[in-house]
């Protein structure tokens, strides 16, 4: 997560491809089809029992897999005849592991579909137990953060560690590890079930592969596409949260006053406000509320994130300023979240305001710079202008070194089964982004669960979400 309380619970958020026009699944020859995969080692995962793990060994450049191979940790439950085939479950980040999670999401989060599906999971390259970057001063300053922003020696030592490796931590290359691990199983088809950046990369695979999903869920959204250049800067969350805020005081009892107003005085009075924006997507993992006193998780009396800062705004900020020690960002254990492999692929991905991460460093600050100048108030509002260019995101990617930007998926969507589920009290991936994205779902269908945040099948505490997630997939 993006504080030190939880770290290992949370799926965080991120990025857009953009560029190219070569996939993964055109890097191969149609003529001569690669050999199955095979999985290595398979033994029971340790600490999890009725599953059992293996290594996948795949490309580090699926383009050009002369270049060397990487092996990556893979679970499997072992109900190996599930009556309705195999679902490949996605964590978030990028960053987060997925095997780890195995036992939490079939016995205590999902079991209902545990019944009827053989889950399978993948530590993503780049995280995990055998294979996290570790970038040690961006792992300390930001952590599983989307938005504080590091130190440029923070990323510049981030730059040595991954090296001349940068270019080959994007989507597209996981997607291809996707469909390595579904042909070592021997599955033609799957359903996959992203959360977060795993329903990015779950779009992004039935964009590549259509061929072998059945059914997709996405929890969380974020658009595989970003028409509007908009995701780097995060202008759609910034303008969320005057909105879930709003909804959040109306809910009986009323707070009397309007909370979008408050942040907006801090975000201009405040030298914090970054990290005042990175501590409320934050705050919300515990408190969807935004409300609650004493919020599970929390030391008793240090929630009400709202009330807090109505009292800062009224001259006592002791009550905000605490919450914003609480939800410091960074100390993520590397395991539970790779800060290196987050950075990495959001480089690799993203379209910023100076282009790709094909564009010369130098060139950057000039672009960006006329992009702040003139992103409208209402674009950022109840933050400015100056939040969204001071934004984790840009501020990781501005001096990365120039890496390979490769392909874009497809704006549409194939024409399978999609449904796409969000919490309307979502700051990390506001339900506006799941709206983006049913529009590029020919057979897509959105739920919006009321007074829910972010990662429904993971975190909801009532049960509309997950009950929607069971009637499409097991009906």
Known sequence: MRSRLSAALVAGLTMTLAGGTATAASARSPMAPAPRPGLANPHPCDGQPGFTCATLRVPLDHRDPAKGTLDLQVGMSDNTNAPK???LFLTGGPGQPGVPFLTRLTTQRLPELAK??????IDQRGTGQFGAIDCPKMQAQVGSSDIAPPTRDAVAECAGVVGDKRSYYTTEETVGDLDMFRRALGTPKWVVDGVSYGSFTAANYAAFFPGHVSKVVLDSVLPHKDPNHEQMLYTTGQKAVGRVLRDACTTAPACGYDPAKDVAYLARHRKDAVLLWD???SYEFFDPSYRDPNPPALPAGTGDVIGAMHAARQGDPARLDNLMKLMAPGGDPVASFSAGLHEATICGDGLFPWGTSETPVAQRPAALEYARRHLPVSATWPFTRDTAAGGGFIQECLTWPVARHTAEAKTKLPPVPILLVNGDRDLSTPMEWAKEELANA??????????????IQNRERGTQGREAVYAFLNG
Request: glycine share 12%; no cysteine; aromatic share 8%.
């Open 279 to 281: 501590m409320l997507v």
């Open 85 to 87: 085939g195999t679902l």
């Open 116 to 121: 009827n599906y053989r889950f399978v999971m």
């Open 442 to 455: 020919p057979r897509g269908k959105l739920v919006i669960v009321k007074g829910a945040s972010h990662s």
